[in-house]
């Protein structure tokens, strides 16, 4: 990694034009569709996320917000790998979006069917500058882990809510839901309108 100042404007940039989009557009389809260009578009470089938000925890993975909209239509999250470390299956109850900004995750996806949990094709893995979406329409429950087992992974998310206040659930075996809200790991966000700082770029 560079030890040039952050580009938090890359972040700040991202955050104006989702708001923007979603100011256009209020179908699913189009937010996903142009949503998706956004996020490549700040996922293929790696010199903005601040390293208090690109921690690893050697229990169990990061979930730390970066932004959330005033409105919570969207928050931007970033998700932090351990080596090894997986989520137990579990949906999201509103659109989202996954960027790959530093090494590779694998999404198992999985549908309920009568006879419980049940796996849909093979692991989807991601890696740096690719993005993915899922939502209730396209498909919304999947497990998902660090495809290191020797090095931390981390990936970049924006959902459509304030994601850490949704009550979503986990999957068992069965097909059965247990509920959760998945909260945050971070007590405080990155301060990306401070421009004091920033060189002057032309």
């Known amino acids: 990694m560079s030890q040039s100042p952050l580009r938090l404007d890359r972040l700040r940039n991202f955050v104006g034009a989702l708001g923007e989009l979603l100011d256009r557009h209020d179908d699913e389809e189009s937010v996903l569709r142009e949503g998706r260009l956004l996020l490549r578009e700040l996922v ?23 932004h959330a909209d005033s409105r919570q239509r969207f928050s931007v999250v970033s998700f932090v790998w351990g080596p090894g ?15 790959m900004l ?33 939502s209730p329409r396209i498909g ?11 090095q931390p992974s981390i990936s970049i998310h924006v959902y459509g809510a304030n994601i850490g206040a949704v009550r979503r659930a986990v999957y068992l075996p069965d097909g059965s839901e247990k509920p959760f809200v998945s909260g945050y790991s971070n007590e405080f966000l990155p301060n990306i309108w401070d421009q004091s700082k920033e060189s002057a770029r032309p």
């Open 102 to 134: 530093r090494g590779a995750e694998d999404a198992q996806h999985f549908e309920v069917s009568a006879e419980g949990l049940r796996p849909l094709g093979d692991p989807l893995r991601l890696l740096p500058g690719q993005v993915e979406a899922v």
């Open 85 to 99: 470390q997986t989520t137990p299956v579990h949906d999201h109850r509103v659109w989202g979006l996954i960027g």
């Open 44 to 66: 293929l470089h790696d010199d903005w996320l601040p390293e208090a938000f690109a921690r690893p925890d050697p229990e169990r993975y990061q979930q730390y917000l970066l």
């Open 140 to 150: 919304d429950i999947h497990r998902v882990f660090n495809a290191s087992a020797d």
